[in-house]
């Protein structure tokens, strides 16, 4: 089945990863297109490919969303080498206890929907790394 990921900074293959535009003045990282940087206003920008692993830095339990959207669900910011990005955390129950802050974590990409094509996309999000005894680091 052909896929296609659901946001144009995630990329698909064997090494799932998020790229985002680094200006070359100053380094801030950005999703998405571009014109100029918000923090120096430069205007030169270059792909950066992210870290797969990062850590928790906040979270909250959501308990009401859109309809149709499956509630509670774990929405988080991860820390990937300095860059947030606001995510879910997968694989977890949805409660305080199953998440903390510095929480390491790494991502995961997961099959969103599948369109009258046969076209499936592809989100992501980040689940707890797990040691090499296959526990929670």
Request: a neutral charge.
């Amino acid at each position: 089945m052909p896929t296609v990921p659901l946001v144009g900074y995630l990329v698909l293959g064997p090494r799932p990863h998020l790229v985002a535009n680094e200006c070359t003045t100053c380094g801030a990282r950005y999703f998405g297109r571009r014109s100029g940087c918000a923090s120096c206003a430069g205007t030169e920008m270059r792909e950066a490919e992210l870290p797969a692993e990062g850590t928790v830095k906040t979270f909250t339990i959501v308990h009401a969303a859109a309809p149709g959207i499956k509630v509670p669900f774990v929405a988080a910011i991860v820390d990937l080498g300095g860059t947030s990005v606001r995510a879910n955390i997968v694989g977890v129950e949805p409660s305080p206890q199953s998440v903390r802050l510095d929480m390491p974590v790494e991502l995961t990409t997961y099959p969103i929907a599948v369109d009258a094509n046969g076209v499936e996309a592809i989100g992501f999000g980040f689940r707890p790394k797990e040691n090499s005894r296959g526990a929670q680091e």
